[in-house]
């Protein structure tokens, strides 16, 4: 919990001065130090400052970084960590020429993850999922939000959500969780989408606020999923129970799904492939996060968002994961950096920014992680590399060499 970590090569602060995210310009922003020094206490930065003048006290712990490379934690802000099975079959189909959508129509897709989820036990998904969880920190990721969505039922749901509040419980990554219920509709309710939504709305939201299993709401807001309508039902209940909406917006199609979470305060909206220029300029008046998914345009050969002109309008954008089986069976945040500067026009500075700082105001916990600064919760992670932009450019291998978590060093 007491740490003093020197000989730090470049220290990547992502510094904000109290600020929830950054937009524009700012994000390229690193506010890196040379040269330096932190000093941990009771898992809270203390202390930031040059290596030959900021010694450490007595009785300390200290880790010597020989000239390496420290960054914030990652913030995986949008994943679908708690599943069971998994879809290779679907991968195979679609370097046949099948399209994602094809595929779910078909019966496979979100359902076929389903069916596996829901005979699961719990302490299979648990260690499933812990599992996932501990090589997701492996790779630098401290803070992870994670969604149900794969039992769309009452019962799979809540077992789903009980993993999650047992892994938030026992997990050293810091856990944030998510209501995804409205992810598809369920065989049950095949051709009774609206008793679906209303057993969302009657029956799950108020048991989930009750017992404070999740902090925020989501929904796939899609074509042949949850329209418009039955999002903003979704949404609107889930505010009187004070969970916090996100959405799935405009993944597939665009027809105004991220402008209906700015209308309700989406803390943030997320996939974006295919927004528009009009729907743009309605984030830019708002306070929600754009949450861009390398990966799932990657892996399904869908268009990227359009990260450039989400930068470039002043609209805070965050990257994720997406972890899932279906759409981006990847959990590594340096890989989304790789993709976001090759793929997405944004430079390392920005993806940097974008996978700590803006994740974590996606989550609404830019005051307790995403950046290195006094106060902060000691999140940071040790690459073994020279200067910061190598993690990005030498893609596919795990640069991390030692992660710290709330000043601890992980063993793993
Ligand atoms: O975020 N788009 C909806 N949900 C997931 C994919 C789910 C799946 O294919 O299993 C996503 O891409
Ligand atoms: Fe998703």
Redesign the pocket.
Known sequence: MNLFITNIGQLVTVASNGKRCKTGKQMRELHILENAALLIENGIIKKIGNANELKPVEDIDVVDVEGKVVLPGFVDS?T?TVFAGS?EHEFAMRAEGKT?QEI?EAGG??LS?MNATREASKRDLYRLAERRLTDMLRHGTTTIEIKS??GLSPEAEMKILEVMNDLKRDHYATLVTTFLGA?AFPPEYKNDHNGYVEKICNYMLPYIAERNLAMFVDV?C?KGYFDLHQTEQIILEAKTHGLIPKL?AD?LSSFGAAELGAKHNAISV??LEQLTDASIEVLKNSQTVATV?PA?SFFLNHPYAPARKIIDAGIPLAIAT?F?????MCYSMQIMLTIACTQMHMTPEEAITAATLNGAAALGLSQEVGSIEVGKQADVVVYDVKDYRYIPYHFGVNHVWKVVKNGVVLEF
């Open positions: 949008h679908h879809r994602y779910a897709g979100i993850t969505g794969y992810h796939f899609e799935h993944q997320d996939h998914l799932a997406d899932n089986p279906g759409s981006a």
